[in-house]
Structure formats: C-alpha cells, structure tokens
C-alpha cells in the first residue's frame, strides 16, 4: 500500500508557530521571574516569523492539501498576517499591564499563541471537522485567558459564564455540522456545496443544520441575540485580555463564516440571508443604544463591538463577492480599531488602578495630547467619520448592500450608526473638554507601548487616507 505524503508547504506557518509554542511552554518552566523577558521577546519572534512566513507563502490561487482538510488561498492569505500583527501589538500593549498586576507569567503568552494557532487552522480550514478543532484550540485558549488573574472574583466568574456559553455554542454548531454531514455525507467544504447544488430539491434536514449552525456562528461573533456573554467577559476579564478576546479572533470568526455560510452552504443562501438580516438588525439596534446607558468603558466597547458585528454580517448578506470583499475589509481595520481602544485603557492603567469608567479619560488631553489624539483617531473611526478607516469600511458594507436593492436595509444601518455615533462623541468630549481627576496619576508609559499605540493610531488614519491598497487586496480574495 502507497501512502502519499500531503504537501506540507502550505502549512509552514501553522507548524512554526505550533513548535515556537511548544518551545516557549517548555522553556518558561525553567525561567525565573525576572527573566521572564525571555518569554515575552520569544513570542514576539514568534509571531514577527510567523508573519515573515504568511507573507512568503501566500498565494493567488487555492492550494488544497492534508488530504482535503486544509486550504491556502487569497482570503487565508490576507488574514494571516493581520492576525499575526494584531496580536504582536496585543502583546507589546500587555506588558505594562502584566507587570503592573502582577500578571507578568508565561501562562498568558503561551495560551495567546496556542490561540494564534486556532485561528489559523480556523482561517485554512477546508473540512467541518479542521474547522471546529481550530475553533475549539481558540476557544479553550481563551477560557483560560480569561480566568487568567486567579485572585479576581469577576475574573472568575466571567471565565465560567464564557465556558458555559461558550460550550452551548459549540455545542450547537457542531449539531449543525453533522446534520449537514449526515444529508450530504461529506465533511470536505468544496464537496458539501456540490452535493447540495445537485441535490433536485433542500431537504429540510438542511435547513435545520444551517439553522444551528447560524446560532453557533453568531455565539461566536456575539451578535444579538446570542450576545449575553459579551459585555460580561469584556468587563470581568483583565483588560489585557479583553484587548486579545476583542481583536484579532474577530478576522477568524468572519472566515470562519465565510467557510461555513458562502462555501459551503452557498447553494442556500436564499435560506442563511433571511437568518443573517435578522442577527444584523438585532445587533446594530441594541448594540448601539444600550451602548449609549453604560458608564463602565469596557462594558461600552462591548456593545460597540456588537454594534460592529452587525455591520460584518451586514456584508455577508447580500451573497455577492463585493458585500464578501467589503466584510473582510471591515473585519480586518475592526480588529485594528479595537486593538487601539483597548490599548489606550491599558495606557491609563497603573499600579493599584484599573481605567474602566468613562471618567477615568477626563483630561487626557491635557495629560498627553499626543494619547489623546490616537484614542480620538480611534473613537472617529468607530464612529465611521471620514477620513478614518472606519467611514470606508461601513461605506463599502452599505454600498454592497444597496447593489443588491436592499435600501432599506442600509438606511437601518445609517440611522444606528448616527445614533452610535453620540457615544463616541461622549469619549472625546470628556478627553479634551473636561477637567482630569484630582487623582490621576501621571502616564507611566513604557517604550514599546507607546510605539504600539502610535503606530497603531496612525494606521487607523493612513489606511482611511489610502484605502485603496487594502480595498484591493480585499477584492482580490474573492476574485473581484
């Protein structure tokens, strides 16, 4: 019997970072805390190789391997490595955190590269099964994150609501997915779409999957109504993690979906649109208004964040390579923006003191006009005011949507927004018009996160000046 190799070109990325994991795991064991820099600077290598290798292995037509588990194509291509440099800036925000807490362990490094891994295997999935393993390796990374400060009470208690739910969600897609397996008996994604198209007519078995499927789906976005974890992990966890959680898994889950509802589902997509319209409504109406009650920063970016969420599926819906092209787009600058706002927390956190309240950014300007400005770059962008990043990405979302003569949906869209934007408004006017705290201590801010934090403000505002790039590489992963 021959057995033949699978090509493992492709998965050059996937096997460095799992064996730079492994090393880091092991090596941490035998550090000591004051050398625990070692660990910290190893995972940055890591992940700067592994971006180096995402970059020099992507390519511009699908290659399929691992026996028709894994596929390399233009869209895992483009977000490998805004993945990889999301969570580098992850890491240099955390740092400071880390060492002001007390938290400074090699536990958090090693879980949040063993997410990395996730999501990757998530974004080259090509089978049901590779894709709930990496989905699985995320999400167990991510439990553990939360509950990473084991002194914290809320820390643990919003550790167990996500595992519960968490597990619900899981649960219910991986229902889905062997609905869909017993009435096409195929795991493969490509395989699935063509048994479907050449089915005579949608048994209704079908539709029962994608419908667990779609809730697990928007379990993992968090989009309303299966959003209730959200504002509880964001606010319990330690905001170093709450920065991890609320970035770069949000490029995973989108190709994730994508996998799922445009590749292998597509032939319903008559049946998922009708799901999608009403998870996208949901999310922009209540993520935008119960925003505007919260006093707590955290709880406030979560339901932004759910708000934002439903402008991704927004995209989704129309089924047309240009809403998939300009979902991507939002994902990928969301994850950016997201990673900006949280930053700037950790920024105004010090030793003994956690930035959670709104309050706590009165005055920054007069603290640090320069902080101050890159947290307005990122409130703008959130609030889609051009020329930030942000006004592109739901204009593209919104003009995809009207192609497909779905006007009243993008007014929906509009007037949610315009709503959302007062609570953005709210963070700048407290920033640069109101008196800072008697109490504020001065910004103790360390070399690499101040460097992470400005060029992460000014790539929010060069990539809303020069979108174009992005936009075509966006365009290009789905053929455009």
């Known amino acids: 019997m021959n057995i033949v190799m699978p090509d493992l070109q492709p998965l050059l990325t996937e096997i460095f970072v799992l064996s730079m994991a492994c090393v880091v795991l092991v090596l941490d064991l035998f550090l000591k805390q004051r050398e625990r820099m070692v660990t910290y600077l190893l995972s940055l290598a890591t992940l700067f190789g592994g971006l180096m290798l995402s970059i020099v292995t992507a390519v511009d037509q699908p290659v399929i391997t691992l026996y028709g588990s894994f596929i390399l194509d233009p869209m895992a291509s483009l977000a490998k490595p805004f993945v990889f440099a999301v969570v580098m800036a992850v890491f240099m925000y955390s740092r400071p955190y880390l060492l002001d807490k007390g938290l400074f362990k090699g536990e958090y490094y090693v879980l949040g590269l063993f997410g990395v891994l996730g999501m990757l295997v998530m974004i080259s999935a090509h089978s049901l099964l590779s894709l709930y393993l990496g989905l ?5 990374s991510l439990y553990a994150m939360v509950a990473f400060n084991r002194d914290s009470r809320v820390a643990s208690e919003a550790a167990m609501k996500y595992f519960v739910l968490g597990a619900l969600a899981s649960g219910m897609l991986l229902y889905g997915m062997s609905m869909i397996y017993g009435m096409t008996g195929s795991l493969d994604i490509g395989e699935i779409a063509a048994r479907i198209s050449a089915m005579p007519d949608i048994d209704v078995g079908l539709i029962y999957g994608l419908a667990f499927i779609v809730v697990g789906l928007g379990f993992k976005f968090g989009a309303v109504p299966f959003h ?5 992990v964001y606010q319990g966890a330690p905001t170093s993690v709450t920065l991890y959680i609320a970035s770069a898994p949000k490029i995973a889950a989108f190709v994730m979906a994508m996998r799922l509802l445009a590749e292998s589902l597509g032939p319903l997509q008559a049946d998922w649109m009708g799901m999608l319209v009403i998870l996208s409504v949901l999310s922009l109406a209540l993520g ?10 955290k709880r406030m970016l979560a339901y932004s964040t759910i708000s934002h969420v439903g402008f991704i599926l927004l995209g989704i819906i129309p089924g047309t390579p240009d809403g998939y092209s300009s979902a991507l787009f939002y994902a990928l600058t969301y994850a950016i923006m997201a990673a900006g706002g949280f930053g700037t927390l950790i920024l105004l956190s010090r ?4 930035a959670e309240q709104l309050a706590d950014l009165k005055g920054l300007n007069r603290r640090s006009p320069w902080f101050a400005f890159m947290m307005l770059l990122v409130m703008f962008s959130m609030a889609g005011v051009p020329p930030m990043v942000g006004f592109y990405a739901k204009l593209a979302v919104l003009e ?13 869209a509009v007037v949610f927004s315009v709503i959302g934007a007062f609570y953005y ?18 910004l103790d801010c ?11 403000g000014l790539a929010i505002l060069l990539l809303g ?3 174009g790039q992005l936009m075509l590489a966006c365009g290009q992963a789905f053929n455009l």
């Open 288 to 297: 935008n208004l119960i925003a505007i009650a919260q006093t707590n920063i």
């Open 400 to 412: 995809a949507v009207i192609n497909v003569d779905m006007v009243w949906l993008a007014v929906v």
């Open 228 to 232: 209730m974890w959200v504002p509880d």
């Open 351 to 354: 030793k003994g003191f956690e």
């Open 465 to 467: 000046l020069f979108p």
């Open 446 to 456: 360390r070399t690499d996160l101040r460097v992470a934090l400005s060029v992460n």
């Open 136 to 140: 699985e390796l995320l999400s167990l």
């Open 425 to 442: 408004l709210r963070v700048i006017k407290l920033m640069y018009f109101d008196e800072a705290p008697a109490d504020a201590g001065a």
